[in-house]
C-alpha cells in the first residue's frame, strides 16, 4: 500500500481520482456515522426498555453516551442547514448555467441563419447586378448599331443629297 501511495504522489491527476473514489467508496461521512450510531443507541434503549437488556444502575458512561446523542442530534441539524443552502445554490447555479446554454446555443443558431440568408442575399444581388450589366450591354450595343446605321443612312443621304445639288448646277 506505502509503494503504491508513493506512486500516486508524483502523479497528482491519478492521486486526485484514487482520492474521489476512496471518498465514493471507503469514506463515511460525519453525518452518516452520527446516525448509524444513533439507530443503534435507540435499538439498545428499546431493548432495554422491553426488558431484553438486564437493567443497570445508570453510569457515568450511560450518561456521556446520552449526552452524546443529543449532542449528535443537534450537530445534524446544525450542519443540514448549510448543506440545504449549498444543495440550493448548486440548483440556482445548475439551472443558470443550462439557462447560459441554451443562450449561446440559440445565438449560434440565429448567427448561422443570419449569415446564411445574408449569404443568399448577396449571391441574389450578384446574380442580378450580373444579369442587369447583361440586358444593359445587349440594350447598349443594340443601340450602338443603330446609331451607326443611322449614322451611315445620315452620311449616304448626305452624300446623295450633294450629288443631287452638283448635278443640278
Given at each position: 500500500m506505502a509503494a503504491l501511495l508513493q506512486r500516486l504522489c508524483r502523479e497528482p491527476e491519478r492521486m486526485r481520482e484514487a482520492g474521489a473514489r476512496a471518498m465514493d467508496e471507503i469514506y463515511i461521512s460525519w453525518d452518516e456515522s452520527v446516525k448509524a450510531a444513533y439507530a443503534r443507541?435507540?435499538?439498545?434503549?428499546a431493548l432495554k426498555e422491553s426488558g431484553v437488556l438486564p437493567a443497570h444502575r445508570p453510569t457515568v458512561s450511560d450518561e456521556l453516551?446520552?449526552?452524546?446523542?443529543?449532542?449528535?442530534?443537534?450537530?445534524e441539524m446544525v450542519f443540514s442547514v448549510p448543506k440545504s443552502i449549498y444543495m440550493g445554490t448548486?440548483?440556482?447555479l445548475d439551472a443558470s448555467r443550462r439557462g447560459i446554454i441554451h443562450g449561446v446555443e440559440t445565438l449560434h443558431h440565429g448567427t448561422e441563419q443570419l449569415y446564411r440568408h445574408t449569404e443568399e442575399a448577396w449571391d441574389s444581388f450578384r446574380e442580378g447586378m450580373l444579369e442587369n450589366a447583361r440586358e444593359a450591354w445587349e440594350e447598349l450595343s443594340e443601340a450602338g448599331e443603330n446609331a451607326a446605321f443611322?449614322?451611315?443612312g445620315l452620311k449616304d443621304g448626305a452624300k446623295e443629297r450633294l450629288r443631287q445639288i452638283r448635278d443640278k448646277r
Open positions: 443507541y435507540e435499538e439498545l434503549i453516551l446520552r449526552a452524546a446523542g443529543a449532542l449528535a442530534k443537534g450537530t448548486e440548483r440556482a443611322t449614322v451611315r
